[in-house]
Nanobody, 125 residues
Framework: QVQLVESGGGLVQAGGSLRLSCAAS????????IGWFRQAPGKERDFVAA????????YYADSVRGRFTISRDNAKSTVSLQMSSLKPEDTAVYSC??????????????????WGQGTQVTVSS
């Protein structure tokens, strides 16, 4: 089992940047792929980005590709999401999630067993 805690959310103007962090507990962090998802009020939860166990493979939603960068540090059991050129439509609660099964789709929330509580990101126009 793994527990996840997000941090780094806040209020930023359009065009600005934020860096989200996901800190994990447990000794088997490197056994999990990690994904970031977001949910805006009244909308479904959407995939944002994901990183494989080793950190070599990364995946992005079309809406954030080129603006967001996901990375992980297995020694520190952390995953970061660097967000740049933020837009008002990026406003949402961002949650990180851990999934043990590599052969499940990285972009599907059903592939992840453990979730953090989320952190609010608000981008003002």
């Amino acid at each position: 089992q793994v527990q996840l805690v997000e941090s780094g959310g806040g209020l930023v103007q359009a065009g600005g940047s934020l860096r989200l962090s996901c800190a994990a507990s447990g000794r088997t962090f490197s056994s999990y792929k990690i994904g970031w998802f977001r949910q805006a009020p009244g909308k479904e939860r959407d995939f944002v980005a994901a990183v494989g166990r080793s950190g070599v493979y990364t995946y992005y939603a079309d809406s954030v590709r080129g603006r967001f960068t996901i990375s992980r540090d297995n020694a520190k059991s952390t995953v970061s999401l660097q967000m740049s050129s933020l837009k008002p439509e990026d406003t949402a609660v961002y949650s990180c999630a851990a999934g043990p099964r590599e052969n499940y789709p990285y972009t599907a929330s059903r592939s992840y067993d453990y979730w953090g509580q989320g952190t609010q990101v608000t981008v003002s126009s």
